[in-house]
């Protein structure tokens, strides 16, 4: 059974930091692409940032310089460092695994990320 726990989320005022984590199981976490995504209330959601199994990163143009997806694939985790965060990144951040070009097949349930000003 597959599963990916996100976890790390919380309140903070802008201008500070939060990393979060997304734990994979069930599949071959190294061999996958994977991705955090994010919705805030009202909007649709987004793809935040991606990272391929051989460590290629992209991100949205709005979280460049201030966001770094990593992964640990000894630890079948996958990270999102946001610093200097913003009111408009509050939303869920969810992750996402395997199959980019359908979407992403595998899903965390998400973690909310408050940032009041």
């Known amino acids: 059974q597959v599963q990916l726990v996100e976890s790390g989320g919380g309140s903070v005022q802008a201008g500070g930091s939060l990393k979060l984590s997304c734990v994979g199981s069930g599949y071959m976490f190294s061999t996958c692409s994977m991705a955090w995504h994010r919705q805030a209330p009202g909007k649709e959601r987004e793809l935040v940032s991606g990272i391929k199994s051989d460590g290629t990163t992209t991100y949205i143009d709005s979280v460049k310089g201030r966001f770094a997806v990593s992964r640990d694939n000894g630890k079948n985790t996958l990270y999102l460092q946001m610093n200097s965060l913003k009111t408009e990144d509050t939303a869920v951040y969810s992750c996402?695994?395997?199959?980019?070009?359908?979407?992403?097949?595998?899903w965390g349930q998400g973690t909310q990320v408050t940032v009041s000003s």
């Open positions: 996402a695994a395997c199959l980019p070009t359908i979407g992403y097949k595998y």
